[in-house]
């Protein structure tokens, strides 16, 4: 992190991640609202684990990026061996990759294992992985006082929201409600930190009075006084406020959308097994209507002979 990149590709993971949750319980739950139960992830059709697999290498890479790639020498450590405070927020960024990496190997072994208790502990694990994320956030080394310590801040609101809901969802996993409010809190911190790089390291959409300079070797963005700062922070939560809305709008409009697509497709296999009941029941009257005639034949022709 701390480049457009840095915020611009956890982001997007982020974002598929929601988005990806988001449809899956809306469709779960209308296809079956009496049995629905909340699972922690969801497997495809052709790769079973393909999202916790998408989770580890998302992981992995960031970690490599932030210890590895990005460092000038290729690796975070001084010529003592101890850590310069200048990459302190890099082990900071891949504390919290790792932490996700951890929960998407643990969750491949308890689905294989089978064990009664994987949900459960499947769900603790995420939990843990956002309380180390917003730990991470709250308590950075970076000097987070400007307008980059505001987008944070806000963000930190997102995931505690991310991190309560995992929470709730280990004692209810039968609520759609606390399944969908955690999908889109999770889209949320996608869209917000996708936001956050372009907004600060993007030197046109810098606000007015501060400007992007570098400070011991990192891009920040410093303002000129007190009035422009506030000003600058004051932009921030309009933007977050906007986005609060425009998911608002987003994440009804999208359950909404499914609801009439899977309604119709309920109502068209509702509709095929009705159907399928008349044509059983109007064979079983034809069988009984033969059945009568021949007992009638027979009858009557009995009466005949006598």
Known sequence: MGTLVGHVAPGFGF?????????????????????????PWFPTAKIRYLELFLIMVGSCISIAMELFIGPQKHQPFDVDGTIPSNHLHNFEHSSISMAFLVYGAFSIVLDHLGSKAKYGLTQLLAAIAFGQQLMMFHLHSADHVGIEGQYHLLLQIVILVSLTTTLMGIGLPKSFLVSFVRSASILFQGIWLILMGYMLWTPALIPKGCILHLDNGHEVVNC??????????????IEFSWLVVGMMIFAMSFYLFLARVYREKVEYWSLGREEGREDDEDLESQKKSNLEFVHMGKTYAMDIER
């Open 15 to 39: 974002l598929l991640i929601g988005l990806w949750h988001l449809f899956n319980h809306i469709k779960l739950h209308y296809q079956h609202p009496n049995s629905y139960t909340s699972p």
């Open 224 to 237: 000129s006084d007190t009035e422009a700062l506030h000003r600058a922070k004051s932009l921030v939560n």
